[in-house]
């Protein structure tokens, strides 16, 4: 016997069941980003391996140890994007989107590729809504941004999502911050783990995004960014921090919180929630005012945040709302006439916008009915030889069990109006 393809560890199917939550969750991204001004652009899955070097920093763990990066036919260095950011300000830069409008609002939804070990709400290939606020460093676009995250996640149905916020400094302030933590680090390296020693010479920040326990404790003592922030930083904080209270939203200052990307300056925030356990953010964002510049494009600010899809879901509840619709109708046809009257009809009902299924194997009314209780149908048309020469179908409602007659005259209009379809 031929041994049966299994998907690709780390991959997921979305099957059927899942797949009406994924399409709510869309459409109150679309309703919700839309009406804060964002426009939805599609990136594609595949760059140039050099564009997340750059951006990204060739330092992190996504560049050094996780992107899918192979080289074409042509010997061209491509990687399958692990992130959005980068690709959604290349595509801003190359089509000049800056030129028709100096603030630009964002927004894509689509798969991103990281060889990392999978575990619970992580996966190598997993789903990310990604948001980018350009063109605006006001301390009002950061909160702006945040409170529209906010707003999303409690009406997907997200409960108790915890928001944590810091500063990361900027260019002028953040290097002695580096250096001190460097220094720091260097009198402490035994509790930590294999990368983060390596980490104190290459990018010592990133020790701070360790989820290792031991590594987590070490840098209790450590430095803390807000002691170096310069002037322009600290006030650009507090300016964020009173928009958000202007809103009462509750949120947290933590000051060991850094993002694990290196182009994030001053404003960074993730969203928490206890379900996962210990890799529990659903979300994280900042802002990267270099980045645009970094590659290639004018000195234009820029903030943003990226959802993981999946983790999201997983933290909905058993019971959230979904666009997964049952049929409003199950035409149980008996015998050759009836079958082919009943193909008919179902198919110029789909074509109203009236969801109605059949049955083509002929099989008997109880088995047909049976069927229209598992799809849980909320009515069902009956219709036989004898009902089609009378001229009159029975129309049943599967919760009450009410039935009234229908004439063949008119039946597609006398069942969308019978079942409360238009």
Same mark, same amino acid.
């Given at each position: 016997?031929?041994?049966?393809?299994?998907?690709?560890?780390?991959?997921?199917?979305?099957?059927?069941?899942?797949?009406?939550?994924?399409?709510?969750?869309?459409?109150?991204?679309?309703?919700?980003?839309?009406?804060?001004?964002?426009?939805?652009?599609?990136?594609?899955?595949?760059?140039?391996?050099?564009?997340?070097?750059?951006?990204?920093?060739?330092?992190?763990?996504?560049?050094?140890?996780?992107?899918?990066?192979?080289?074409?036919? !042509?010997?061209?260095?491509?990687?399958?994007?692990?992130?959005?950011?980068?690709?959604?300000?290349?595509?801003?830069?190359?089509?000049?989107?800056?030129?028709?409008?100096?603030?630009?609002?964002?927004?894509?939804? *689509?798969?991103?590729?990281?060889?990392?070990?999978?575990?619970?709400?992580?996966?190598?290939?997993?789903?990310?809504?990604?948001?980018?606020?350009?063109?605006?460093?006001?301390?009002?676009?950061?909160?702006?941004?945040?409170?529209?995250?906010?707003?999303?996640?409690?009406?997907?149905?997200?409960?108790?999502?915890?928001?944590?916020?810091?500063?990361?400094?900027?260019?002028?302030?953040?290097?002695?911050?580096?250096?001190?933590?460097?220094?720091?680090?260097?009198?402490?390296?035994?509790?930590?783990?294999?990368?983060?020693?390596?980490?104190?010479?290459?990018?010592?920040?990133?020790?701070?995004?360790?989820?290792?326990?031991?590594?987590?404790?070490?840098?209790?003592?450590?430095?803390?960014?807000?002691?170096?922030?310069?002037?322009?930083?600290?006030?650009?904080?507090?300016?964020?921090?009173?928009?958000?209270?202007?809103?009462?939203?509750?949120?947290?200052?933590?000051?060991?919180?850094?993002? *694990?990307?290196?182009?994030?300056?001053?404003?960074?925030?993730?969203?928490?929630?206890?379900?996962?356990?210990?890799?529990?953010?659903?979300?994280?964002? !900042?802002?990267?005012?270099?980045?645009?510049?970094?590659?290639?494009?004018?000195?234009?600010? !820029?903030?943003?945040?990226?959802? !993981?899809?999946?983790?999201?879901?997983?933290?909905?509840?058993?019971?959230?709302?979904?666009?997964?619709?049952?049929?409003?109708?199950?035409?149980?046809?008996?015998?050759?006439?009836?079958?082919?009257?009943?193909?008919?009809?179902?198919?110029?009902?789909?074509?109203?916008?009236?969801?109605?299924?059949?049955?083509?194997?002929?099989?008997?009314?109880?088995?047909?009915?049976?069927?229209?209780?598992?799809?849980?149908?909320?009515?069902?048309?009956?219709?036989?030889?004898?009902?089609?020469?009378?001229?009159?179908?029975?129309?049943?409602?599967?919760?009450?069990?009410?039935?009234?007659?229908?004439?063949?005259?008119?039946?597609?209009?006398?069942?969308?109006?019978?079942?409360?379809?238009?």
């Amino acid at each position: 016997m031929t041994e049966a393809i299994t998907a690709v560890r780390g991959f997921k199917d979305i099957l059927p069941e899942e797949a009406g939550k994924w399409r709510f969750v869309e459409k109150k991204v679309h309703e919700i980003f839309g009406v804060f001004g964002y426009r939805e652009i599609r990136i594609p899955i595949l760059e140039k391996t050099d564009l997340f070097q750059r951006g990204i920093g060739a330092t992190t763990d996504i560049v050094e140890k996780e992107m899918y990066t192979f080289c074409d036919r !042509g010997e061209e260095s491509l990687t399958l994007r692990p992130e959005a950011t980068a690709s959604v300000i290349r595509a801003y830069l190359e089509h000049h989107l800056h030129a028709a409008d100096p603030v630009a609002r964002l927004y894509t939804i *689509g798969p991103m590729f990281r060889r990392e070990r999978p575990q619970k709400g992580r996966f190598r290939q997993f789903h990310q809504i990604d948001a980018e606020l350009l063109g605006l460093d006001d301390p009002r676009a950061d909160a702006e941004i945040i409170l529209m995250l906010m707003h999303f996640l409690r009406s997907v149905g997200l409960a108790a999502p915890s928001l944590e916020i810091n500063t990361l400094g900027c260019p002028t302030c953040r290097p002695a911050f580096r250096k001190a933590v460097t220094d720091f680090l260097q009198g402490h390296e035994h509790p930590l783990c294999i990368d983060c020693r390596r980490r104190i010479k290459t990018n010592p920040l990133r020790v701070f995004d360790c989820k290792n326990d031991s590594c987590r404790e070490a840098i209790m003592g450590a430095p803390r960014l807000i002691a170096y922030a310069c002037a322009d930083c600290r006030d650009h904080f507090d300016r964020v921090q009173s928009a958000l209270n202007r809103f009462e939203l509750s949120f947290k200052v933590n000051p060991l919180m850094v993002r *694990g990307l290196d182009y994030y300056t001053r404003t960074a925030f993730e969203v928490t929630s206890d379900f996962l356990g210990a890799q529990n953010a659903v979300v994280g964002g !900042g802002r990267y005012d270099g980045l645009v510049k970094d590659l290639g494009g004018p000195d234009i600010p !820029g903030i943003g945040f990226a959802i !993981g899809f999946e983790r999201l879901i997983a933290m909905l509840p058993a019971d959230a709302v979904t666009l997964q619709g049952n049929p409003e109708l199950f035409i149980a046809a008996l015998g050759p006439e009836a079958q082919e009257y009943a193909f008919a009809l179902c198919n110029r009902l789909r074509m109203k916008g009236i969801y109605a299924e059949m049955d083509y194997s002929g099989k008997g009314l109880k088995s047909q009915m049976k069927r229209a209780d598992k799809l849980h149908c909320r009515h069902a048309l009956i219709l036989g030889e004898r009902e089609l020469s009378e001229g009159n179908l029975l129309l049943r409602n599967m919760a009450t069990g009410e039935q009234q007659t229908i004439g063949l005259s008119g039946v597609e209009e006398a069942v969308a109006d019978s079942i409360k379809v238009r």
